[in-house]
């Protein structure tokens, strides 16, 4: 890969097939003794046929948590929904009322800021991680609801020893472009390829797909700098990807890289690449996609956590204006119908008002949802609502507001299909759940550290609630009197609706 300005060019694209072996994991993560297993590298080769891949043998229900006395179903239903629970000690699905809590996978997602929702594919039967293997990080793929697990590929061979006494080496930067960023990205429906970063062979962490398919692999780019963080546009035709290095002199963290080192997106049709504006700034500074052909960027620096926000044609890599000013919050967008949420301080070097502001797509204008400023900003994708912390939640066209319970004091809100409200409130020091009743009137229903909180994806009329502790609570309208579903070891962080 080379620098920006170079001319668009085609890399002879490097087709590996690899197995993917056909194991259970027991709920501690044990391999039976009588099972061999073959963990194959970027460079294997074939042992399995592509049937093997795409539809993995079925496996024995995994042995599930015991729930309370309270009835719940005999196991997980055949076709979905589930909501998934994720955190320290693993990966647990239930029934959407939080029955039939079951572990199907003992490691959780390495990056605790890691999205929970790319590391399931499109059709919520499979969820992709990068897991410590005994010789470096793994790309593992868990069959769902059933949990059969494989292994797709060794992404690099390092040990702890090289990472503790050659920290600033090329090989150690490869590792933390692996295993510190997105990784990997599911390819938007039908999902058959799964993009990830590897660094077998050579030094430096590079672009592949796995195409479930024909069980191959496919090496995409393969050239300095390391590559972090891909990124499919909506219609899966191309692949953004960010160029970074870690440059000296190194801080005692090495929290991050410096500078970004470019920005290229992937044309799958035919392996083309094409240079793409880089952001300024040291994070990527992607927002989103504005359609199938344009995605969204913004500058950063010491000054504005954001400005110059501009859309960028992914096929020829012209940018056009949409906003150039100073931004009080990095800005958020909305998968839904590609809107886009930003705040202004009054101090802000622009001619707009302080408040929080939403531009829909068909409109260029920024519509004035909130007076105030927002502190942070973030799409919730089960509530379907965007969070303007502390002010509230709104809908992706700026119409439904969600006022909080207490004001700079509510966090980790959760909305219902059908406008059931909860959040986690501290007064005096003590966290609550709190629910709105149909009368309008706040009720605190359970106290303890929320971890995660998820409305069921089908009724809408039960709130599950998984404290930090991992004990596993549901909730149902009208009275919401907690009982006890299960408890997952470890500390909770993250839920997510499967399909």
Known sequence: ????????????????????????????????????TVTPSLTGTPSATPSQVS??????????????????????????????????????????????????????????EQDLHAAISPRGDRIALIVAGTNGPDLVVIDLPGGTAGTLAHLQAITKNDLLFNSISPKAFAYYAIADF?????????????????????P??????????????????????????????????????????????????????QPMDGLWAVRMSDGIIIPQPVPQGTYRN?????????????DSDKKCVARNLRSVDVATGVEAPILDFCFYAAPAWSPENHAVIFSIDSNCSCSFEEGTYL???????????????????????????????PEGLFSADGNIRYDPPLAGFSYQPAISKNGGQ???????RIHRVKVKFPDGTWHAILEGNVGAMVWDPVAGDTLLIALEDGTLYAASAPDFIPREMGFMPGSIRRAAWVP
């Open 204 to 257: 430096s962490a590079d672009l592949y797909a796995y195409d479930f398919s024909t069980a191959t692999i496919t090496q995409l780019i393969q050239d300095p700098p390391q590559t972090v963080d891909p990124v499919w546009s909506p219609d899966g035709q191309y692949l953004l990807l960010f160029g970074v290095s870690w440059l000296p002199p190194y801080g005692g963290g090495l929290v991050t890289y």
């Open 286 to 298: 992607l927002i989103g996609w504005k359609d199938a052909s344009h995605y969204l960027l913004y």
């Open 359 to 389: 531009i829909l797509p068909e409109s260029i204008a920024p519509h004035r949802i909130s007076d105030n400023k927002a502190d942070s900003l973030i799409w919730l994708p089960e509530s379907g609502l965007f969070l303007a912390y």
């Open 422 to 428: 909860a959040w986690e409130v501290i007064e005096n």
């Open 1 to 36: 890969m080379k620098r920006q300005g170079k001319r668009t060019r085609t890399f002879a694209l490097r087709r590996l097939a690899v197995p993917i072996f056909l194991f259970l994991l027991s709920s501690c993560g044990s391999v039976p003794a009588s099972t061999q």
């Open 182 to 202: 997105p990784n990997p990205a599911w390819q938007p429906n039908p999902g058959n390829l799964l993009a990830f970063i590897g660094a077998t062979p050579g």
């Open 55 to 112: 539809s993995p043998t079925p496996s024995a229900q995994p042995t599930p948590i015991a729930p309370t006395e309270t009835s719940t179903p005999a196991g997980l239903n055949p076709r979905g929904p589930y909501v998934i629970f994720e955190g320290d000690a693993g990966i647990w699905i239930t029934n959407p009322d939080g029955g039939f809590l079951t572990r199907v996978y003992d490691q959780g997602i390495r990056d605790p």
